[in-house]
């Protein structure tokens, strides 16, 4: 758990290069996402409580931790799986709500998925995972004005309605 006295100063620790994996149940229409760090991410289809999963594809994506530099406090980022970059937001996509109000130009929205594509539970990313990835990366830019918002994927309007990017290095599209 965070230091809350301590103002993070973050750094990636524990990188972790691999792919993003999603499955789907072809009785439910039920679908997955996970991590995995196999060269060739498995394609079996398999049987779990009745419910037939099969491979849908993958993309590169990298997976790390973040550590403070002042106080030393790791922060596991168990429940991101993967992060994306934001390309356009569709009229059901609550994610759009922190981008209002900010220039398109200077401000960029991010997520970080989760392994629910379909949030049927209602979990995601907790908000100390998005905050610190926002802390983070904005920590880095070097140009005046400019910034990033990580929001929980559950904020979208569907990840196959949501025009997104995985991002598959810690340099995020090398932002400036």
């Known amino acids: 758990m965070a230091d809350t006295k301590c103002r993070h100063e973050w750094s990636i620790i524990n990188v972790r290069n691999g792919f993003l994996v ?4 072809m009785a439910t229409g039920e679908r997955a996402n996970f991590f995995t760090l196999e060269d060739n991410p498995h ?8 419910n037939l999963w099969r491979y849908l594809g993958n993309s590169q994506a990298v997976k790390f931790d973040l550590q403070c530099k002042k ?5 596991k980022l168990n429940k991101t799986q993967a992060m994306a970059m934001v390309i356009e937001c569709t009229d059901e996509c609550r994610a759009a709500v922190y981008d ?4 398109p130009d200077t401000t960029w929205v ?7 594509v379909e949030h049927k539970n209602g979990e995601c990313v907790p908000n100390e995972e998005t905050r610190a990835l926002t802390d983070y990366f904005n920590g ?11 929001v929980p994927c559950i904020l979208l309007g569907g990840i196959d309605r949501c025009q997104a990017e995985i991002i598959a290095d810690v340099g995020l599209k090398d932002i400036d």
């Open 22 to 25: 999603t499955e789907g149940c």
């Open 43 to 50: 394609k079996d289809t398999y049987v779990v409580d009745g």
């Open 110 to 116: 991010y997520t970080a998925m989760c392994t629910e």
């Open 100 to 103: 209002q109000g900010l220039d």
């Open 140 to 150: 880095r830019i070097k140009s005046r004005g400019k910034k990033v918002i990580f």
């Open 71 to 75: 106080c030393g406090t790791v922060l």
